[in-house]
């Protein structure tokens, strides 16, 4: 299958979800950094297969644009959470035929309040038979690659030695594993003993580690045996994260890349949701100068910039003291 992410050879790095930030034009700014993986931002499973009953163009809802993606962005894998099998099931058949990501991935570990009180994300973890349920329902209607993002567990690190083989019975080609359970949160330092554990036992199916990774250091300390690196909070004001040579540079050589960078991830903000982009993109401005020595006096020129202009000016303003 083209574009079949599975097939990667090489440990992968990849962009893991966040609400609110890994939209388009930051998973296309990561790819231009060295990633070798995307996939979207949480898609409401619930949402997709309400709208592919109806005749009315699903292109012009809040759905769509969340799980919309260029082709610059494959391969990318587009990321379902809900609860119900059948829904999953018409989501990834729609997903499939109209979207053609290189896969689909199933939510089982998103800890936000307003997911886990609609019995969505992390609350699968307690609920195994019916993740299960709703892998088989996936697995039946599309021929995508599958995997499912989770963690440990709900309250114990052992919870996923009992899961996942079950996940993996039911047909996931893929798990992608945040080291803390739902308890933690993200609070805690993440444990990855039990995904080195879970590789060990699986070597047909790949296993994807997640959680903490800041640097090229720890990408090295904790790839082990297993199959790549998922990278989140760590990506956030450091997409170079995913360049391997980006910390070996001078710092004037580090600036003149992140700029260019800055500068293409407006653009891509801009023409992608127009002032909005703008507008959502001043998070990752204060992100992208966390701990520069004028952050405060930047700040104040990161919220007030409303177009390509503005950030234009910005950052010939900014220099390597």
């Known amino acids: ?75 990318i894998i587009v990321q379902l959470f809900g609860k119900h099998p059948e829904k999953f099931a018409i989501a990834a058949k729609w997903i499939e035929e109209n979207l053609k990501p290189a896969g689909i991935d199933i939510n089982m570990g998103c800890p936000a309040k307003k997911v886990v009180k609609s019995d969505h994300g992390a609350t699968l973890l307690r609920d195994q038979e019916r993740g299960v349920e709703v892998v088989r329902a996936v697995r039946a209607a599309t021929k995508l690659p599958l995997s499912v993002k989770t963690r440990l567990g709900w309250e114990s690190d052992d919870e996923i030695l009992e899961f996942a083989p079950k996940l993996i019975a039911a047909g996931v080609d893929a798990l992608i594993i945040h080291g803390r359970t739902y308890k933690d949160g993200f609070s805690n330092t993440a444990r990855w003993d039990n995904i080195y554990k879970l590789k060990a036992q699986n070597s047909n199916v790949k296993i994807i580690g997640n959680g903490d990774i800041k ?90 910039v409303k177009n390509i202009e503005d950030v234009k000016s910005m950052l010939a303003a900014i220099d390597t003291e």
């Not at 592919?52 to 969340?66: G, Q, R």
């Not at 500068?263 to 998070?283: F, N, Q, V």
């Open 1 to 75: 299958m083209k574009n079949c992410w599975i097939d990667i050879k090489k440990p992968i790095l990849m962009l893991s979800p966040m609400a609110g930030y890994t939209d388009s034009a930051f998973r296309i700014i990561c790819k231009q950094q060295g990633a070798d993986l995307l996939i979207t931002e949480l898609i409401s499973a619930d949402a997709i297969a309400h709208w592919a009953k109806k005749t009315a163009d699903i292109k012009n809802t809040p759905t769509y644009k969340l799980m919309e993606f260029q082709k610059a962005e494959m391969p």
């Open 215 to 304: 640097d090229q250091k720890d990408i090295e300390e904790k790839l082990n045996n297993l199959d790549g690196i998922a990278i989140g909070r760590g990506t956030v004001g450091n997409p170079f994260i995913f360049n391997k040579l980006f910390e070996k540079l001078s710092d004037s050589e580090k600036l003149a890349i992140k700029k260019q960078a800055i500068l293409e991830h407006a653009k891509l903000s801009c023409e992608l949701k127009g002032e909005k982009g703008i507008i959502e993109l001043r998070k990752h401005l204060l992100a992208y100068f966390k701990g520069h020595p004028r952050a405060k006096e930047l700040r104040k020129m990161f919220v007030a």
